[in-house]
Nanobody
Framework: VQLVESGGGLVQAGASLRLSCVAS????????MGWFRQAPAEDREFVAR????????WYGDSVKGRFTISRDNNKNTVYLQMNNLKPDDTAVYFC??????????????????YGQGTQVTVSS
């Protein structure tokens, strides 16, 4: 399974960005998907997760109410809409897919496949 993120960039505080992650390599299989982020010298942080059919979502406390995860299974794509961005949101954002991991897991090791990451920088 290959995951390719896009949509990162440099924005000012208060702006919005939408990240995309396209999954390929396993035709006919739909995974739970998630987003994580890692800032320099910080631990990796859970951002959001969405079930395979989009009916369930989970969010990290620091992004609740500002970020929205969604998916389009026809396009094998998961999105992360990020609104009211803050400098603390600056990080590399990673897409992840869960095939074997525990249902509803919000830990990095609860996913099985990972993208290379896309940089999001929020200036004050």
């Amino acid at each position: 399974v290959q995951l390719v993120e896009s949509g990162g960039g440099l924005v000012q505080a208060g702006a919005s960005l939408r990240l995309s992650c396209v999954a390929s390599g396993r035709a006919g299989v739909t995974f739970a998907m998630g987003w994580f982020r890692q800032a320099p010298a910080e631990d990796r942080e859970f951002v959001a997760r969405i079930s395979w059919n989009g009916e369930k979502t989970w969010y990290g406390d620091s992004v609740k109410g500002r970020f929205t995860i969604s998916r389009d299974n026809n396009k094998n794509t998961v999105y992360l809409q990020m609104n009211n961005l803050k400098p603390d949101d600056t990080a590399v954002y990673f897409c992840a897919a869960a095939e074997f991991g525990p249902p509803g897991s919000i830990t990095w090791t609860g996913f099985d496949y990972y993208g290379q990451g896309t940089q999001v920088t929020v200036s004050s």
